[in-house]
């Protein structure tokens, strides 16, 4: 018997329309557009930037300066050891700074090379030099630098720090006896605490004003203050700014 193979049935022609084949566009995906910074984004951008490096820059001083006040004025430590705190927390701040550095660069934070090798002989140099000298242009006279290893350790950290960022700053007067006031055609003050009190430490100095913007005096004894020192402006033999340090 032969087979006989069924027939398929035919598959319709798609119909072709060459007028729509012509004219017919074919679109690309969409492509996100990135908005071009403006000038004043940039600006902005810029200015935050510039906020974070001077926080990230003062705050190792801030740390340092705060806690040694905090802890001699409100804990009653001795004067060294408010001080030896204040540096160890600015050295911790000062090693995790370079960690960070050290692990962006090379992949490893380093923490304990950082400490030994840079925070520590860095918070070293500063508070020696800092507590042992002013420059001569700092200092009224050659007087007033002979006797600036007088003054209390936190105020001679604190002016010099200032100087730092205000190299201007002249210190006019450290340490007085009663025949100063004599000669100088003042009242003798008993409790003046230009006098050197009970521990040794002369607790007060004066800035000069004369010369100088009212913005940046008003700004200097803000500093003091905020720090928590006592502040007077005022006129005895010139008019001058007075800072000093309350006796614990």
């Given amino acids: 018997m032969e087979y006989v193979r069924p027939k398929l049935p035919e598959i319709p022609e798609i119909p072709d329309f060459p007028e729509l084949r012509d004219t017919a566009t074919v679109h690309p995906p969409a492509r996100t557009l990135r908005a071009r910074p403006t000038l004043r984004g940039i600006v902005g951008g810029l200015v935050i930037l510039l906020i974070k490096l001077v926080v990230l820059l003062v705050l190792p001083f801030v740390v340092l300066l705060r806690t040694s006040m905090y802890l001699y004025q409100s804990r009653d430590a001795p004067t060294w050891i408010a001080l030896a705190a204040g540096a160890a927390l600015a050295l911790a701040v000062l090693t995790l700074y370079g960690a960070w550095v050290s692990k962006k660069l090379t992949g490893h934070g380093r923490v304990a090379f950082v400490a030994k090798w840079v925070a520590l002989p860095l918070v070293l140099f500063y508070c020696g030099y800092t507590l042992l000298f002013v420059a001569s242009v700092n200092a009224k006279s050659q007087q007033v630098r002979d006797y600036y290893t007088q003054v209390h350790p936190l105020l001679r950290l604190s002016v ?89």
């Fill in 160 to 248: 010099s720090t200032l100087i730092l960022a205000d190299d201007d700053l002249v210190i006019t007067d450290l340490g007085r006896t009663p025949e100063d006031y004599v000669r100088m055609g003042l009242p003798i003050y008993e409790a003046s605490l230009h006098y050197r009190q009970p521990d040794g430490y002369v607790h007060a100095m004066d800035l000069r004003t004369a010369g100088r913007s009212e913005w940046r005096n008003l700004l200097t004894q803000s500093y003091f203050r905020v720090l928590g020192f006592r502040t007077l402006r005022h006129v005895g033999t010139a008019d001058h700014l007075h800072v000093s340090l309350p006796v614990q």
